[in-house]
Nanobody, 115 residues
Framework: QVRVVESGGGLVQAGGSLKLSCAAS????????MGWYRQAPRKQRELVAA???????NYADSVKGRFTISRDNAANTVYLQMNSLKPEDTAVYYC?????????WGQGTQVTVSS
């Protein structure tokens, strides 16, 4: 059984910063990829950023240069540092962990950016 738990969401003004954290626990041996996705109202869930166990990162074009993903493999934890936030970043942010080809999701954390 794998549990994925996010934290760190909240309300921030445009131009501000937030840092999200996500910890995976349980049968977490060999987590290959950890990532952050987001879903805004009436929109599809989209990839924000992902990082492999070797540290290779991938970002959505809309967040490049503003968001940074990092990972602590020993702690099975992934972080998302979000700077220069915009109102269009408002969404529920979900953490994802891929283990032996299976995808595990957290419950999501709300990020709201006011203009």
């Amino acid at each position: 059984q794998v549990r994925v738990v996010e934290s760190g969401g909240g309300l921030v003004q445009a131009g501000g910063s937030l840092k999200l954290s996500c910890a995976a626990s349980g049968s977490t041996f060999s987590i290959s990829v950890m990532g952050w996705y987001r879903q805004a109202p009436r929109k599809q869930r989209e990839l924000v950023a992902a990082i492999s166990s070797g540290g290779i990162t991938n970002y959505a074009d809309s967040v490049k240069g503003r968001f940074t993903i990092s990972r602590d493999n020993a702690a099975n934890t992934v972080y998302l540092q979000m700077n220069s936030l915009k109102p269009e970043d408002t969404a529920v942010y979900y953490c994802n962990a891929v283990i032996h080809g299976l995808s595990y999701w957290g419950q999501g954390t709300q990020v709201t950016v006011s203009s």
